[in-house]
């Protein structure tokens, strides 16, 4: 009699279907395997599976298989009442069970007589085994598929859940029985698999490479993520940077995160990935060096002229200064603006240079101002000195006119008068203006 009834495998291949179809590309992987399985069952005879049996063949592939199906399918595998029968047989044989159960004590000291005299009672553990064996290899098959051919990230994440559970189903299997096998359990069930020593070992080796595999892989996208945000926060740095020091601090960021891209293991899907993402960044970083080398020309041309305004400052301050000293201040004001001036409208630094330009020739135009002060003080200074001496020559003339030398007297103060206050003559010329004053008042009481 068939372990799985028609009737039940039709309900459960139905629900498979319908699981792998959600499950999209894994399903397509999974649903295969899952039939084999109930078609295995349905194809071996003996006791009609039971409701945990019949999930094993599933539940790890399609966690989200429908609880009502399954009761479905269980109670549809029961048709015949042989399943209550066996369980009410349980019952009135509790005595044996404990028996059968302390046999089957994972102990060497117990299980071997039992193998060699009544291997039958080992049948628990031959079904655990041949459980454990065929999710062992199953596993192995699904993660060294998932591994080998991944396609994304998350591939990998799959296969390292699936290499943990292989391992938990091979530490199931117990080593002192690889070397022995069950040939009246598998005579009676069919058994097409052989516990060895060198299967067991292969598996766990296969086990062990999948997980270096997927720790190095995980291990390659973790490296991958870091340097994809270290390059856009050195292109984001880059195109944000507001002097020369920022934006090349940001283009050796930039280099760095491309060397990192080439260190990242070719073998890996994270490399390959790497690969691309190089290609992309190395032709961003060459466009970017353009840029760069005209980005510096202008960085360099506003620094160059930050030095001559700082000079000029410097130079300017605890006036008043000299019409010669106004002169150089001036002049160092126009080197910063003919340098400001040569940097291009398509320049990353033109509006700098052009924010500089217009407090520069503010600071030209006053330093100009102070010049033509200084010089004209200056001359009228010199020019009313001109006049006093004038004046005094024809003080000594017998013919001169007193009232000639009123009018004389009044273009002197006039002159002092036009020199300006923060020019280098304006304490001495108000020295002259007083004297002159003074003078004019005693003439005109005579």
């Not at 039958?120 to 051919?149: C, G, H, T, W």
Request: glycine residues 6%; hydrophobic residues 40%; aromatic residues 8%.
């Amino acid at each position: 009699m068939a372990r799985l009834t028609d009737r039940a495998f039709d309900i459960l291949q139905a629900e498979v279907d319908k699981c792998a179809a959600a499950e999209g590309i894994a399903g397509k992987v999974y649903q295969p395997m899952v039939m084999k399985r109930l078609e295995k069952l349905r194809s071996q005879n003996g006791t009609f599976a039971s409701r945990e049996e019949i999930r094993d063949t599933f539940k790890d592939e399609f966690p989200k298989f429908s609880e009502e199906t399954l009761k479905a399918a269980v109670k549809a595998n029961r048709a015949l009442g042989l399943f209550d029968k066996i369980i009410l047989a349980g019952g009135l044989l509790g005595g044996a069970a404990g028996i059968i159960w302390l046999i089957n004590l994972p102990f060497p000291m117990i299980r071997w007589p039992v193998a060699k005299t009544m291997p039958i009672l080992l049948l628990p553990s031959f079904i655990s085994m041949d459980y454990n064996y065929r999710q062992a290899i199953a596993l192995v098959e699904q993660s060294d598929q998932l591994v080998n051919k991944a396609t994304a990230a998350a591939d990998f994440e799959l296969g390292d859940t699936k290499v943990k559970q292989a391992q938990k189903h091979l530490d199931a299997l117990p080593i002192w029985f690889l070397g022995y096998y069950p040939e009246t359990y598998c005579s009676f069930l069919g058994c097409t698999w052989r516990f060895t020593v060198d299967e067991f070992q292969t598996a766990r080796k296969n086990i062990g490479r999948l997980d270096a595999q997927i720790f190095q892989q995980k291990n390659a996208f973790t490296e991958l993520d870091r340097v994809e945000q270290t390059l856009n926060a050195a292109k984001q740095q880059y195109q944000q940077g507001k002097t020369a020091a920022d934006r090349q601090k940001a283009s050796g960021n930039w280099q760095s995160a491309i060397d990192q891209l080439n260190q990242i293991p070719a073998e890996t899907l994270a490399g390959k990935t790497a690969k691309q993402k190089l290609q992309a960044a190395e032709r961003d970083f060459q466009a970017m060096g353009g840029i760069a080398t005209g980005s510096v020309r202008a960085d360099n041309l506003i620094e160059a002229a930050k030095e001559f305004a700082l000079t000029a400052a410097v130079a300017s301050q605890k006036p008043p200064h000299s019409a010669t000293q106004w002169e150089q201040i001036a002049g160092l004001w126009e080197e910063g603006i003919n340098r400001l001036k040569m940097v291009p409208l398509d320049n990353p630094g033109y509006l700098d240079a052009q924010t500089k330009l217009a407090e520069y020739q503010k600071n030209l135009g006053i330093s100009q101002i102070r010049l033509q002060t200084e010089k004209d003080s200056e001359k009228a200074l010199q020019s009313a000195k001109n006049l006093l001496a004038n004046l005094q020559n024809n003080l000594n003339s017998p013919s001169q006119n007193p009232r000639s030398s009123l009018g004389q007297l009044q273009e002197i103060i006039n002159q002092l008068e036009s020199v300006k206050p923060g020019t280098t003559v304006y304490p001495e010329s108000q020295k002259w203006l007083q004297s002159a004053r003074k003078k004019q008042q005693e003439w005109q009481k005579k």
